[in-house]
């Protein structure tokens, strides 16, 4: 990270430490909301943009993280968040083990196919059997306890204490990714992202690499889902299913794929976007209808924002200059003359697939 | 005497089941083997197929009459829908297909929700097939049952006949194999593709239409449909047809004889098959390597 990047993450550190005082505890939850599904967006952003693995079931990885945490805590007695937390964890990694090792035969489509398929047989396990309150989902009783030996380190039944604690899961969640794909590990995923025959070639354990990625990212999504099942104290099978998935795509997508910050970004603008669908004051009878407009906002980010709002610039900036326009869009082979610019940033997954 | 005609009631099921799952699987197949376009919101359009049966069926009073008109529109749908957004996305990365057709799944839920409402519905039996046959003195067989998988069995031999016999059919595996050459042939390869996607919805909505009697219509319907067809497609190879058909009558008896003998973990047993499958054979079972 430059000098320049150092400071934007400080001040926005800053702006949301702050935020609790404004004392709205609506949108306190709301964006301790988003905070957690930020993390969940940087965790796909992994597979998605950095990888070049369309991962359509992530949100198995987040439910299911919830529900360990409501199967594994006791009734009546609280737990230890150093026992429920790693439990949660460790069941998401063994998920994104098994389940990594079966999809990641497959590559683009077929690799899209898989996941989901794989998230809706997660979801069938909750959805279908009695294992955790089938439809109806569970609650999470009691809040896990956060101290050591007799001393109560934090108070998770606080509000803005669990807000603390999510932003600096966040903010350490983002400075540790970013070290990792700066390193060595980072450089080789992009080169797989690129043309995983080369870099097979060149004598990179390119599967080890995938299966690594895909555990770590999975892992990561079950952080999420540990948090937002500790958030509203409730799970149930539809935090598992594949709208949430998508949900998460299209968070990755609209920040910019491939930046890490862009799923922070991404997370934001789509809850607050989602809040403001959802706000009769704005859109009055027809706020019932907000997913009519998300799903529009979903298709028009498909066809004209392919990099998000960070490529939001580029894009006027071509309408303004109607001649550069022409010229890139003869250049490109693709019908579309509107995003010549999406094929560069994403042609990974299917050009290998193309290769293969 | 019983347990065998059970048995042959289950085998029935478990056909007509596989048959109807071909129908939309078959499209999901044809638009990706074809276009390359891997399209979520193929579930939808199965939907839109079940509610246009039933409130169609209640305006004209005919479940037939509805079904014609239904393919009518559906037909009209697909054409607008691949002009508007679809034809933009042939040449773009998978990830974008997913995040429009998701984006457009969205929309037809809300769009059904608007315009048929929230509530489950169920359209009848046409009268013609309303009866049963006998098998025992206990047990039978609806007719409309056994009317849809001969309905189905019919779209499939003519979607085979389609493809391998006709002229059409040629250019579209040719134009599936190299856009530019076919173009270069003077063959306006953008409308075929365009019928190719609009075929492929009106047999998602085809089977919407059938099923609309005897699985009733609800919200949601489509999003349960489309994983499983992913499922079929996976195990079956992408863009085989062939390999679409056996999957989706090998995922039939797995889950009707699943429900029966071991209904604990009948949902699961689709997907322990498809990892099965990914096992052993990862490009599916007709797919090329």
Known sequence: MNRNQWIVLVLVALLLAAFPMTGSTFYTQLITKTMILAIFAMSLDLLVGYTGLVSLGHAAFYGLAGYTLALVQPKYDPMSIFITLPAALAACALFALVTGWLVLRTRGIYFIMATLAFAQMAYFVFHDTGLGGGSDGIYVNNKPVVGVGGTKLLDLDDRAQFYYLVLVTMLVTYLLLRRMLDSNFGRALAGIRVNEHRMRAIGFPVARYQLGIYVLSGTLAGLSGYFAALQFGFVNPEILSWHHSGAALMMVILGGMGTLHGSIVGAFVFVLVEDLFKDQGVFGAFAKHWQLMMGALVVLVAVFLPRGLAGLGAVLRRRRAPETAAVTTTASPAPTGATPTGRASAAGPSTDARDA | ?289
């Open chain 2, 1 to 289: 005497m019983d347990f065998a005609a059970s048995i042959l009631i289950q085998l029935l099921n478990s056909v007509q089941y596989g048959l109807l799952l071909f129908l939309v699987a078959s499209g999901l197949t044809l638009i990706f083997g074809i276009m390359g376009v891997i399209n979520l919101a193929h579930g939808s359009f199965y939907m839109v197929g079940a509610y246009l049966a039933w409130s169609l069926a209640s305006m004209t009073g005919n479940l037939l009459t509805a079904i014609l008109l239904g393919l009518v529109l559906s037909v009209a749908l697909g054409l607008l829908l691949e002009w508007l957004l679809i034809r933009h996305f042939y040449e773009r990365d998978h990830l974008y297909q997913v995040l429009l057709t998701y984006g457009l799944i969205l929309v037809f839920e809300e769009l059904r929700s608007i315009i048929w409402g929230d509530d489950v519905q169920s359209a009848t039996v046409p009268a013609l097939f309303a009866h049963s046959i006998p098998l025992t003195d206990t047990l039978s067989y609806p007719v409309y049952r056994l009317m849809m998988s001969a309905a189905c069995l019919l779209v499939a031999l003519g979607m085979y006949l389609l493809i391998r016999r006709t002229r059409l059919g040629m250019t579209i595996r040719a134009g599936a194999h190299s856009r530019e050459l076919v173009e270069s042939l003077g063959i306006n390869v953008r409308l075929l593709f365009q019928l190719v996607f609009a075929l492929g919805v009106a047999l998602a909505s085809f089977a919407g239409m059938l099923a609309a009697p005897v699985s009733s219509v609800y919200p949601n319907m489509g999003g349960q449909v489309l994983i499983i067809c992913f499922v079929v497609v996976v195990i079956g190879g992408i863009g085989s047809i062939r390999g679409a058909l056996i999957a989706s009558l090998l995922i039939g008896l797995v889950e009707t004889f699943g429900q029966v003998f071991l209904p604990a973990v009948a949902g699961m047993l689709t997907y322990l098959l498809m990892a099965l499958v990914l096992i052993l054979r990862p490009q599916g079972l007709f797919g090329k390597a």
